[in-house]
């Protein structure tokens, strides 16, 4: 279980310290998984297969335990970035409203497909399932901020926004 990768690994300070007030939460170290992960991914950009190593050997579980919750959660990264990330809903509502138009436009504004990463590194983008707007359609959000009745040009000043 533990290469080489695992062993380079390991929290910043600030972070270890948000461990283990996480840990401090639950009873059973298996019920931290998800905030764990979450500070994994926060800490290394990403869950590389050595994070979720990492991950695995500091709450004493299987790593192919973990590997199934990171691969489960769309939360979750399992390869690098954009510094902005959009995920855009594709959703049945948000399809007949216009969601594939948004990914169109993105694709053409960015110069990317969707889960590649724009070369300076500032954006990326993916399809959502459902993000739980269907009213609001069609509709992204940055990072974990929700933008509604999106049009081109309402994409165009966003992302403008962000660079």
Avoid at 58 to 71: E, I, N, Y
Wanted: net charge negative; with cysteine; charged share 20%.
């Amino acid at each position: 279980m533990t290469s080489s990768a695992t062993t380079e690994l390991a929290f910043s300070s600030a972070t270890e310290k948000a461990f283990a007030a996480t840990l401090a939460k639950y009873p059973n170290p298996r019920a931290a998984l998800l905030p764990t992960l979450r500070l994994a991914q926060e800490e290394f950009g990403y869950l590389s297969v050595e994070a979720m190593e990492y991950v695995a050997s500091r709450l004493d579980l299987p790593p192919s335990k973990v590997f199934q919750v990171a691969t489960f959660y769309t939360m979750f990264f399992k390869r690098p970035h954009g510094r902005h990330h959009l995920e855009v809903c594709t959703s049945v509502p948000c399809c007949m409203m216009g969601g594939y138009e948004v990914l169109r436009h993105l694709r053409d504004r960015l110069g990317v497909e969707p889960g590649d990463v724009t070369p300076d590194g500032r954006f990326s983008y993916a399809e959502a399932e459902c993000l739980a707007g269907c009213g609001h359609a069609p509709l992204l959000q940055v990072n974990s901020e929700y933008h509604e009745f999106l049009t081109p040009e309402k994409i165009d000043a966003l992302l403008d926004s962000l660079e």
